[in-house]
């Protein structure tokens, strides 16, 4: 008993110590600890990121099927943004946590400015496409047109504003990169918070705010990201972090940005591809009605409420691999990979048991329309039958990225998405006549065949002689 309960105490003292993100070095010790201490804040700020999408759904459902359908939609779109603010930010943390391992902090810092300024330039040629052309991009989504004129709107501020996406990714991969994870956590409970209290309030109206419907979530989404963005800068200028940026910093530095911009191309490429291909199968989606693509939209962003904190471990592990192969150290970069990865996939494992029973009483807390409880929960049963795979696959992926190596990944995702999986949901969904089930056994298979390919590469260890 006595074991177990100094087992607890010092569980506890690592979780506070992880919250407080006062270690920020994880090139020497227990690697369990190390995945541990990175591991916490991370899960917990993708938590508070897939949060964003649960409440937006949650009080949504209550306006329309239309409304729900649209944020599927427009957020199949917006997942293009994703892919350049994630493969920004793969360059971010794999440069910073060279750098940081590497005891060079200027040369962090620098990166750090030369990030921002590139998602700055990517942001406002976005937002002119989105604030210009959102009915045409529901359109060309296969929207009906009472869906477009309910909910362009909502694609007109999230695209308009996707500075604040942008901005919130990077300067928290940054973060990340130089093992801060606790900040970037605090940023994202910030922007949940303004988030949970201003949708009601902008959806419904309230006061002196008229009830702006499905348009009022992204409105609420794009504040409370926004309110965020300012915390983070607030950090990077007054220092309260490791990485630190003055004034005199704020200048272009071609060598620097070109190798961002190398490194991250690989992570733009393999994120679009992925997201490319996401927007393709929605596509397919929408020809089988709203009740059904609202189904399929729910399901999914339940299920990114527990693939987030998935991919929190996994970010941990990027930059364990980053520092340690900074600091001279692959085997332990290597070894770290394969802990983080069992851990990710034992919680994989229980969540999909979860799925695999209550599925039907999951969806029904959003919406308990016959169709979209039906397929919604068959989305959730059938995706999340794979999600041992996902567990493994996404750590060694990001794993291969946190090391710079943001190519390996780009091949994987091409044959797995637009060789497999793509010709296979249209093979079954439509050809086939399986409907909705086929899309979904096609997300499932292609998620266990990137797994599959990526441990079978990871082995080969090429990823330890990457420069960056």
Known sequence: MQSNKISLNQFFKYFKLALRGKEQEFTSGSIRRAVFMLSVPMILEMLMESIFAIVDILYVSQVSVNAVATIGLTESVITLVYAIAIGLSMAATAVVARRVGEKDLKGASQATVQVLFLGVLVAATISVVGILYPKEILALMGAEPDLIAEGYGYTKVLLGGNITIMLLFLINAVFRGAGNASMAMWTLILSNGLNIILDPMFIFGFGPIPAYGVEGAAIATTIGRGSAVVFQLVVLFYGYSKIKIKLRDLVLRISVMFNLIKVSLGGIGQFLIGTSSWVFLMRIMS????????????????????????????????????????????????????????????????????????????????????????YGSLCLRIIASGYVFYGYGMTVIQSFNGAGDTKTPTYINFVCFWIFQLPFAYLMAVTLDMGPVGVFWAITLAEVLIAVMAILWFRRGKWKTVNV
């Open 287 to 374: 020809e089988f009605g709203s009740e059904v693509l609202a189904g399929y939209t729910i399901a999914i962003r339940v299920m990114m409420f527990t693939l987030m904190p998935a991919w929190g471990m996994s970010n941990a592990a990027a930059t364990l691999v980053g520092q340690n192969l900074g600091a001279k150290q692959p085997d332990r970069a290597e070894a770290s990979v394969w802990k983080t990865g069992k851990y990710n996939a034992w919680f994989m494992g229980v969540v999909s048991v979860i799925y695999l029973v209550f599925a039907p009483h999951i969806i029904r807390l959003f919406n308990t329309t016959p169709d979209v409880v039906k």
